[in-house]
């Protein structure tokens, strides 16, 4: 089964301020497509930003984008002129993209913290 | 449209006790997901419906744990008999079906057993 580890339990950055999210994830495939999902204190999980495998120009989003290394397996969110309404939960995510309903395999979170 | 939306918001019940918690998901989304979140912690994988295969069932942590979907449209979790581990936010998902399409997520219940 496939793995998708966040290193970084917590992370805090100043207002205004670029903070960058990291994700590893460990597959055998080749096609697949990942996610960072972003959860507010209202538990309403949110879409941020999604990569499909086979592209190699990075996911951009306004201030959000992605580092998305395909050989390190690696899928980092970068956060750009934060804002205090970035203050959340963050998680990565991966999908296969053999199938048509495959499961989601979620990491274990970033807690980030915006200080004014 | 409408978003994925789920009932009760919160529910507190007494050890022993079964409870259900339902999801509506967004019309047309063929393929639903519950997950289960301890505080603090990830998502936790319990079940999946695609469209009219039978449903991945992998994640569900012990029989007392069942989920039922009528059709396309809502879904039910049902936890039979339950004990204080089962604490945690429920969150379901929606989606359409196909590997590239993402999950959009319910509000989640938020279940308290004392």
């Known amino acids: 089964a496939q793995t998708v580890t966040q290193s970084q339990p917590e992370m805090s950055v100043q207002e205004a301020e670029t903070v960058t999210l990291s994700c590893t994830y460990d597959?055998?495939?080749?096609?697949?497509?990942l996610f960072w999902y972003k959860q507010p204190p209202s538990r309403q999980m949110i879409l941020v930003i999604r990569?499909?495998?086979?592209k190699q120009q990075n996911a951009t989003e306004n201030r959000f984008s992605v580092n998305f290394q395909k050989a390190a397996k690696s899928f980092s969110l970068k956060i750009s002129d934060s804002q205090l309404g970035d203050a959340a939960m963050y998680f990565c995510?991966?999908?296969?993209?053999w199938g048509t309903g495959n499961q989601f395999y979620f990491g274990t979170g970033t807690s980030l913290t915006v200080i004014p | 449209g409408a978003g994925v939306s789920q009932s009760p918001s919160n529910k507190v019940t007494e050890k022993g006790k079964d409870v259900e918690l339902r999801c509506d998901p967004i019309s047309g989304h063929t393929a639903l997901y519950w997950y289960r979140q301890r505080l603090g912690q990830g998502l936790e994988f319990l079940i999946y419906f695609q469209g009219n295969s039978a449903p991945d069932k992998s994640g569900l942590p012990s029989d007392r744990f069942s989920a039922e979907r009528t059709g396309e449209s809502v879904s039910t979790l049902t936890i039979q008999r339950t004990q204080q581990e089962d604490s945690a936010v429920y969150l379901c998902?929606?989606?359409?079906?196909?590997?590239?399409?993402?999950?959009?997520f319910g509000p989640g219940t938020r279940l308290t057993v004392t």
């Open positions: 990569q499909e495998a086979y």
């Open positions: 995510a991966y999908r296969s993209a």
């Open positions: 597959t055998s495939e080749s096609d697949y497509y």
């Open positions: 998902a929606s989606s359409l079906l196909g590997a590239t399409y993402e999950q959009y």
